[in-house]
T-cell receptor, first 112, second 111 residues
């Protein structure tokens, strides 16, 4: 089954404690992306990747890092989480940036 | 830059038609999408339309595109309680780094 998986689905952590949210796709897509969803703000892109070892900033990259060492995986790293990073995070993949995006189920992060 | 706007909330009665509207600013938009997000889930593609089309119908869904006014609408016929969700409009074009999403319209279906 074609899918994007994310882990964990729910995470509560404290300020400053490094965390990683994993994302994996099984569709051989070149393009992958991370979004955060906040009430009234819709989806905002954090980082994206056009291919292995090619990543770039989206609209709201501050406080986040990503890596793309393999085509299927695109982890999101928060080196020092802060409460304003409390949000719902989605990973997505597609053949190209403007083509249909396939979304993961989301990770709800709470930073206290 | 690109911008996509949607109204935040729509309430309809079961069995009625729902119309969700979206406006966008970029006249070069080639791909226009409607996504559905159910509670606790990710976004799923509902339907799409290319800029060279005016209308697309898929069972209970009808998408209308007015390129002159940069207006996109999604009509759901015979709306059911299972259609209650947030609906996102998104647009994109070749060469862009990402789709641009609207802020989503929450559809509430009253039994």
């Amino acid at each position: 089954e074609a899918q994007v998986t994310q882990n964990p689905r729910y995470l509560i952590t404290v300020t400053g404690k490094k965390l990683t949210v994993t994302c994996s796709q099984n569709m051989n897509h070149e393009y992958m992306s991370w979004y955060r969803q906040d009430p009234g703000l819709g989806l905002r892109q954090i980082y994206y990747s056009m291919n292995v070892e090619v990543t770039d900033k989206g609209d709201v990259p501050e406080g986040y890092k990503v890596s793309r060492k393999e085509k299927r995986n695109f982890p999101l790293i928060l080196e020092s989480p802060s409460p304003n990073q409390t949000s719902l995070y989605f990973c997505a993949s597609s053949l190209a940036p403007s083509y249909e995006q396939y979304f993961g189920p989301g990770t709800r992060l709470t930073v206290t | 830059g690109e911008d996509v706007e949607q109204s935040l909330f729509l309430s309809v009665r079961e069995g009625d038609s729902s119309v969700i509207n979206c406006t966008y600013t970029d006249s070069s938009s080639t791909y226009l999408y409607w996504y559905k997000q159910e509670p606790g889930a990710g976004l799923q593609l509902l339907t799409y339309i290319f800029s060279n089309m005016d209308m697309k119908q898929d069972q209970r869904l009808t998408v209308l595109l007015n390129k002159k006014d940069k207006h996109l609408s999604l009509r759901i016929a015979d709306t059911q309680t299972g259609d209650s969700a947030i609906y996102f409009c998104a647009e994109g074009d070749t060469g862009r780094r990402a789709l641009t999403f609207g802020s989503g319209t929450r559809l509430q279906v009253q039994p």
